[in-house]
């Protein structure tokens, strides 16, 4: 392997490592970022976009492959990379303005941005290659199919092997750094005689630990209380649902969809159509999870 397909390889397998953890990142233990979700959520999508340039990527590599043999046996060697890099432009441009779109909404126009601006500095800079390979077809063989490839897949098997795992983890960690503040809360109710209006201030104090997961929401709910967090998920694990994770001491757990539904429809109908469309016990006591699309 020449020097430069090493060093090509090498950059595929840092940036192959570098989008992984940022795709598991939300859902790792420690101090919350504001940006993780956001951008755990654009390296999914990516992967999923990206699907689209497999079938380029994989005749490059068979062919890739050809020429490389072809080359050790000293034969004369025609390639189509001018061709197989021209459809990779096209296709990542495409894949480039739709994250940028993405980016738009979830994050914000910086973001977009600069997935715009980094993808046409890249496109710039490999246009006098791709020019140079219409006559001037590479000696040595090229990794970058393969690898991309290779990325790809990597990306899909950490989305579908390790929603799930990370998932548990995450909101089991959240509900178990809860402790200390359902400890406060119950104290403060041996205390006062009845629970605290309202936790609204402008420290949370109480961390999840997870971070991907903000804060703990406190909201008194009758003669008792509800804490609730919003659980990450993975883009393919149920397209579009959201899991809002609910803890009430005597097991009434209610979470509702719309805030205005609270305010404007009778307490009867409330509790008989909240806008979740399952749920589930969690392993911990008095703790729920629901799910809404």
Known sequence: MSKHAALQSALIIILSAMLMLGM??????GQYDALAVGLSAL????????????PVGILWSVAELRWARRRRRALPVQTSAF?????????????????????????GRALALGIIMAWGWGVWRVFPRLQALRHNPTIHYNPFALGMCALIVS???????????????????????SSELIRDIEAYYRMNGSYPLSLL?????????????????????????????????????????????VY????????????????LLPPSQLNRSQGWFAYEDAPTPHWKYFWFD
């Open 24 to 29: 598991v990142y939300p859902y790792l233990a």
């Open 43 to 54: 390296i999914q999508v990516f992967a999923i976009l990206a699907v689209v340039w497999m």
């Open 83 to 107: 061709l197989f890099g021209w459809a990779t432009v096209v296709l990542g441009s495409l894949i480039a303005g739709l994250l940028a779109m993405l980016a738009n909404f979830v994050l």
């Open 155 to 177: 990306l899909w098997v950490v989305q579908t092997v390790g929603a799930q795992p990370l998932t548990q983890f995450s909101r089991a960690r959240a509900i178990a750094q």
């Open 201 to 245: 201030a402008v420290y949370a104090d109480y961390e999840t630990g997870v971070v991907g997961i903000p804060q703990y929401h406190y909201a008194q709910h009758g003669d008792a209380y509800m804490l609730s967090f919003e659980q990450p998920r993975f883009v393919l694990d149920d397209l579009g649902v959201r899991e809002m994770v």
């Open 248 to 263: 009430h001491p005597h097991d009434r757990h209610s979470m509702i969809s719309h805030a205005s539904w609270i305010l």
